[in-house]
């Protein structure tokens, strides 16, 4: 029994609203979709939370052409400053609805509520600030040219989206979308579809024009039908490499768009002049925020040996005040794996590192009974041949490997098909530059982890993807000839 | 902590360009990250059993404290009354740790307690300041030693350690340290004129390794005084020391913790940062003086379930 046994502070489940019932948004309207009902459940007692209806072709069909027409006669040739005032009523109203979907997002994601609250909802809303300043300032952004004139949208875009922030990354896909005049259908995950349905709602509240935003609910098989879809002119999706290649494939030949948003398996560089306190700081955010389901989780960490003994020593007695639950609790730091499905995931790949003679060690922390829960995990010598070394592990599991020189870890750190980010550690300033150079990566953070802003590009090398989320170079993947060049 | 510090610490004291090199060589402080970690930190919410565990071991904890030049032993044999009893009416109410006085005072706080679980800290070293020379400081300290104090709080010398002089700065609290005799010496950083969280860092390694019992962020006199991120990087310090050496060395925050909320956030931190063995008096006070009524009408209003008014409390 600790001395200091924090009490439960639990949110009130209550302020989620949650509805029995969910229907697909298509055309301005909630309406009842074709396909089989889903059930999603709440990760953290395995009951289910809500029963959505979803979309079955002919939805995907009716929602495409919705979002066609509300493209050619309403927000297109909309100017630009009108389009804005829309975009920024849907900013306020998450603001004011904020705790709600927090709650809801904690309910049926898992996620603690402290990063719904203080992470997710508000940078969602920031997402739409930030892109309706732009909407009335496209002109000027820089993708003009003498010949084509202003930038144009380009139509319809198909949304699809992951799990592990659903409103979040909704916000990352529509507010861009929308800020550069283009129409949207967007499918959220089939484990997470109530945010974004909720979200659905707040268009209403915003008396967003019928058709400029649908949501179609639905799995793997809805997200094939939409990307494919004849009718939608580009496609932004976000999630694992796997399904990106497959979209891809599909899409080879056609005339639509695409960009990706995929895996990572990002190395987290801690030098031995690093700020070792702010960079166990740095590591267990990296790894264990979001339960680790970050696709820019640190989930490699690479320490100069010189240190090793004393990071690991100093990490382990952080994880172990890691404090794993209830996700509703307040004083939660790991809430629940979104699915029983991503948890064998993760059982799986651990049972391999331990096979693969990597040494496990397991925070100590009481683990629920009921749910979806792992327990934070450190695994050391660990050689980059392994699996936990070389797979997105997407769960609370970090590897830890040691460098001697700074090109070793280079080498290490780029020996990955992924390249999405990468964390630097070190007071030496022209290392940090040096490094964020040689590192084959689309974020490098130093010192520092896991930071988002709507004004900072986001985005993949090699097998992470392509195209970028965020910032000037964000509004390029939806705009007509911008994303040709460098931009 | 590897045993890699343990070894360093041996050297460290050898001579100054020894300690010198030891502060250097320890790892930098990024200041948005503790920051970021210190804040995040206290957003912790303490509720129910935890807040009323959490109210009386603040109320253990606090340095009931009156630094005025205004002071008069009346007005300190009536702050002595309440640090036995904070709340006359509610008995079961524990006794602050400690009555914290100017030296001249010392002995008549240290008559009123007599007796009772309160101990009597001194302040000296030409507090606040430290500007006086060496001897000065030393008949300081024997004034609090010898009227009975025994707790004394020293000032470092900040000019010196800005000047990078630590050699001189260290040579002082070893003198104050043995001038105390059995006292415990609680070293006053006074974080708010040293800038960085880096030099926070060297300082407080700087007391540990000259022997101060407890580092202390400030005399309460200068803003900034206590921050939560500076009691950070002060409570990283005294759990790597105790690592390194199997001491524990205490820390005391003082100076602009005023409310029950912000005591239990500090309570947070030494439990989650430095660890829960550092969760009791004789390893973490608070230096304060209005923060005590604030606990206790938390307390009052934790036992009836309202608040009462501020009038039923002395003082």
């Known amino acids: ?487 | 902590m590897s045993v890699a510090l343990a070894d360093r610490l041996d050297d460290a004291t050898r001579d100054e360009s020894s300690l010198r090199r030891f502060l250097d060589g320890l790892p930098g402080v990024d200041q948005v990250g503790l920051e970021q970690r210190a804040a995040g930190l206290a957003t912790r919410s303490i509720k129910q059993d935890a807040k009323r565990w959490a109210i009386d071991t603040a109320i253990s904890m606090v340095d009931l404290t009156t630094l005025e030049g205004a002071d008069t032993r009346g007005a300190v044999r009536s702050l002595c009354a309440k640090a036995v009893r904070p709340d006359p009416q509610r008995p079961d109410t524990p006794s602050v740790a400690a009555v914290c006085v100017y030296p001249d005072l010392a002995a008549t706080a240290v008559e009123a307690l007599t007796g009772t679980d309160v101990a009597v800290a001194s302040v000296a070293t030409a507090f606040p300041s430290g500007r006086s020379n060496r001897a000065v400081k030393l008949a300081d300290t024997a004034l609090a030693v010898e009227s009975g104090a025994a707790e004394v709080d020293m000032v470092i010398d900040r000019g010196a350690f800005l000047e990078g002089r630590y050699g001189d700065v260290y040579d002082e609290i070893v003198a104050v340290k043995q001038a105390c005799g059995a006292a415990h010496l609680k070293v006053i950083l006074e974080t708010g004129e040293l800038a960085t969280y880096d030099n926070v860092r060297k300082a407080s390694w700087l007391a540990l390794l000259a022997g101060g019992d407890v580092i202390k962020t400030s005399t309460g006199k200068v803003s900034p005084a206590a921050t939560l991120p500076v009691t950070h990087v002060m409570l990283q310090a005294v759990r790597d020391y105790y690592e390194a050496t199997g001491e524990p060395r205490g820390v005391k925050a003082a100076g602009g913790i005023r409310t029950t909320k912000d005591a239990i956030r500090y309570l947070v931190a030494v439990n989650e940062v430095a660890g829960e063995q550092w969760l009791t008096p004789s390893l973490f006070r608070f230096g304060a003086s209005s923060l005590l009524n604030d606990l206790l009408l938390q307390r009052r209003a934790k036992q009836d379930g309202h608040y009462s008014g501020a009038n039923y409390l002395p003082e």
């Open chain 1, 1 to 487: 029994m600790p001395v200091f046994d924090y009490a439960p502070a639990p949110e009130n489940r209550e302020i989620a609203r949650v509805k029995q019932y969910y229907q697909p948004f298509i055309g301005g309207g909630f309406v009842d979709g074709g396909g089989e009902p889903l059930k999603t459940l709440n990760p953290a007692t395995g009951e289910v939370l809500a029963e959505v209806s979803t979309v079955a072709s002919s939805d995907v069909d009716s929602a495409v052409t919705a979002a066609r027409k509300a493209f050619e006669r309403v927000w297109s040739p909309m100017p630009g400053a009108e389009r804005a005032k829309y975009i920024y009523r849907i900013a306020r109203l998450i603001q004011e609805r904020a705790r709600e979907l927090a709650v809801l997002e904690s309910l049926d994601n898992g996620k603690p509520i402290k990063e719904s609250r203080d992470a997710d909802i508000p940078t969602a809303a920031a997402h739409f600030f930030y892109h309706a300043g732009w909407a009335d300032k496209l002109d000027y952004a820089g993708f003009s040219t003498s010949t084509a004139g202003p930038p144009q949208p380009l139509g319809v875009a198909g949304q699809v989206i992951p799990w592990n922030f659903p409103l979040l990354m909704l916000a990352w896909k529509i507010a861009p979308a929308l800020a550069t005049g283009n129409t949207v259908v967007l499918k959220p995950a089939e484990t997470t579809p109530l945010t974004a349905l909720v979200f659905a709602e707040i268009c209403q509240q915003a008396e967003l024009p019928p058709g400029v935003v649908n949501i179609v609910p639905g799995a793997g098989d809805v997200g094939e039908m939409l990307v494919t879809h004849p009718g939608i002119d580009k496609v932004a999706f976000t999630g694992s490499t796997e399904v990106g290649k497959l979209i891809q494939r599909q899409l080879a030949g056609t005339r639509t768009r695409l960009t990706l948003e995929l895996g990572g398996k990002a190395a987290n560089v801690v030098f031995d002049d690093a700020p070792l306190d702010q960079a166990i700081e740095g590591i267990v955010n990296g790894i264990f925020f979001n339960q680790g389901h970050v696709c820019c989780a640190g989930s490699r960490l690479l320490v100069q040996e010189s240190v090793a003994d004393e990071v690991l020593a100093k990490l382990r007695a952080r994880v172990e005040t890691l404090r794993l639950g209830d996700p509703l609790d307040k004083n939660t730091d790991i809430g629940a794996i979104n699915s029983a499905e991503q948890l064998a995931k993760i059982r799986e790949l651990v049972a391999s590192g331990e096979d693969e003679g990597a040494q496990r060690w397991t925070s100590s922390c009481p683990v629920p009974e009921k749910g979806y829960f792992f327990a934070p995990t450190v695994f050391s010598g660990v050689e980059s041949s392994m699996r936990i070394a070389r797979e997105e592990i997407f769960g609370p599991v970090l590897s830890v490997q040691t460098f001697r020189t700074p090109d070793e870890a280079v080498t290490k750190a780029n020996t990955t098909p992924y390249g999405l980010s990468a964390g630097v550690w070190t007071e030496k300033g022209s290392r940090i530059l040096w490094l964020s150079n040689a590192l084959r990566a689309g974020v490098v953070w130093a010192n520092t982890f896991n930071r988002f802003d709507p004004s900072a590009p986001f985005g993949g090398y090699k097998e992470s993807g392509f195209g970028r989320e965020g910032g000037r170079s964000g509004l390029a993947a939806y705009l007509k000839g911008a994303d040709d060049g460098e931009v």
